[in-house]
């Protein structure tokens, strides 16, 4: 069924679609809204300035003023809307690695907002966010794992990933390595483990 995901910012809502649920174990992984666009605060009130100024610093290279711009081509703040130009922008941020446009670009892949529907190339922006160490990336993974959703389904992946999502208090992250965990043997399970440590850690470096 088509799960209804709502992300509030100001007056602005969207409705993303979920993925379907096909057994009684895939509720876990859908225990909370699997994509959707965010920030979308940033760019809330159209303001002829304040788009200039996106404008100037996103052409000069600056990957924040290109994430700004690239939401308000999105959602026509300020500009008219125009998502293939939204998606140039957000492409142009998240090459200078800027973890909220791979985020973001993720999403749009998930959800065939402005590019093609490609789970497969959501999880490749999702993986890029997600080593970043951006939580909401990480559990959209460990969930893509648990549901086979463009990468091979794999329970002590979804359980790693959701595992370290886990880490920021989401409840959603928290019920989907919880579901995770229970399918895999002690053994898988201590491997799991194992590996969420050393990837918290590599994590944990690159943002220092």
Not at 53 to 59: F, I, P, Q, T
Not at 174 to 195: C, M, Q, V
Request: glycine share 8%.
């Amino acid at each position: 069924m088509n799960m209804k995901c709502m992300l509030a910012a100001a007056t602005v809502f969207f409705y993303c679609n979920a993925f379907a649920q096909t057994s009684a174990g895939i509720d876990a992984y859908n225990s909370s809204p699997l994509i959707g666009r965010e920030d979308t605060h940033q760019v809330s009130v159209p303001n002829a300035e304040k788009v200039k100024s996106d404008r100037h610093h996103a052409e000069r290279g600056n990957a924040a003023a290109q994430f700004r711009l690239a939401l308000r081509y999105d959602l026509g703040h300020g500009v008219p809307q125009d998502v293939a130009e939204a998606v140039k922008w957000l492409r142009k941020a998240a090459a200078q690695n800027y973890v909220k446009a791979q985020y973001n670009l993720g999403c749009m892949y998930a959800d065939g907002h402005g590019v093609p529907q490609d789970h497969a190339e959501a999880a490749n922006w999702f993986r890029k966010a997600a080593g970043n160490g951006y939580a909401r990336a990480q559990k959209n993974l460990g969930a893509q794992y648990g549901l086979g959703l463009g990468v091979p389904q794999s329970d002590i992946e979804a359980f790693i990933w959701s595992s370290i999502a886990a880490s920021s208090g989401d409840q959603g992250a928290i019920s989907n390595r919880d579901f995770a965990a229970e399918k895999l043997s002690p053994a898988d399970l201590e491997t799991a483990r194992l590996r969420v440590a050393e990837l918290g850690r590599e994590i944990q470096q690159k943002q220092q």
